[in-house]
T-cell receptor, first 113, second 111 residues
Framework: DTGVSQDPRHKITKRGQNVTFRCDPISEHNRLYWYRQTLGQGPEFLTYFQNEAQLEKSRLLSDRFSAERPKGSFSTLEIQRTEQGDSAMYLC???????????FGPGTRLTVT | GQQLNQSPQSMFIQEGEDVSMNCTSSSIFNTWLWYKQDPGEGPVLLIALYKAGELTSNGRLTAQFGTTRKDSFLNISASIPSDVGIYFCAGQLGNNNDMRFGAGTRLTVKP
């Protein structure tokens, strides 16, 4: 399977704990995006990388959120001191630099209790 | 928050019927995308549109990029039960920009 993969698929954590999610993009894609999706809404942009450079961050990405893509391949999204409002589906997408289209992974569903 | 207005919010149709949904924006986009999402999964790209006025088909799906660059529609012909899901439109200003999504149209197809 050469699609976008995300791990884990589900995460349940207690409020205040830190969580980290991983995204492996399609191998030849140099752009990687993180989105958050809550029930009944479309995905909302969080941040994106071109290769290892983080080029844009949404104001939705508070100080508790950090994303990395150290070698320009896989990416991690960490949420520190989780809050109940962080409960959502976290989606990763990747694309070619010139293509512009995002191919999504299956998402990580986070539940903060 | 969402910058795209997608309508209708939901549709209940009989198998075999045609479906039309649309998306409007107050901003201009240079790319319009249509995705389908099944429960618990990520969105799957259906059609991408790159030029104002462009009409593109993918099987029973047809989408158009509005001439004002502020709207797009998606048609599904002869619906089947597996068309059930949530359809999202997304606009992208340029290759260096993220995608902005509508809130989705939930489609239910009755056999």
């Amino acid at each position: 399977d050469t699609g976008v993969s995300q791990d884990p698929r589900h995460k349940i954590t207690k409020r205040g704990q830190n969580v980290t999610f991983r995204c492996d993009p399609i191998s030849e894609h140099n752009r990687l995006y993180w989105y958050r999706q809550t029930l009944g809404q479309g995905p909302e942009f969080l941040t994106y990388f071109q290769n290892e450079a983080q080029l844009e961050k949404s104001r939705l990405l508070s100080d508790r959120f950090s994303a990395e893509r150290p070698k320009g391949s896989f990416s991690t999204l960490e949420i520190q001191r989780t809050e109940q409002g962080d409960s959502a589906m976290y989606l990763c997408a990747s694309s070619h630099g010139t293509g512009g289209n995002g191919y999504f992974g299956p998402g990580t569903r986070l539940t903060v209790t | 928050g969402q910058q795209l207005n997608q309508s209708p919010q939901s549709m209940f149709i009989q198998e075999g019927e045609d479906v039309s949904m649309n998306c409007t924006s107050s901003s201009i986009f240079n790319t319009w995308l249509w995705y389908k999402q099944d429960p618990g999964e990520g969105p799957v790209l259906l059609i991408a549109l790159y030029k104002a006025g462009e009409l593109t088909s993918n099987g029973r799906l047809t989408a158009q990029f509005g001439t004002t660059r502020k709207d797009s529609f998606l048609n599904i012909s002869a619906s089947i039960p597996s068309d059930v899901g949530i359809y999202f439109c997304a606009g992208q200003l340029g290759n260096n920009n993220d995608m902005r999504f509508g809130a989705g149209t939930r489609l239910t197809v009755k056999p």
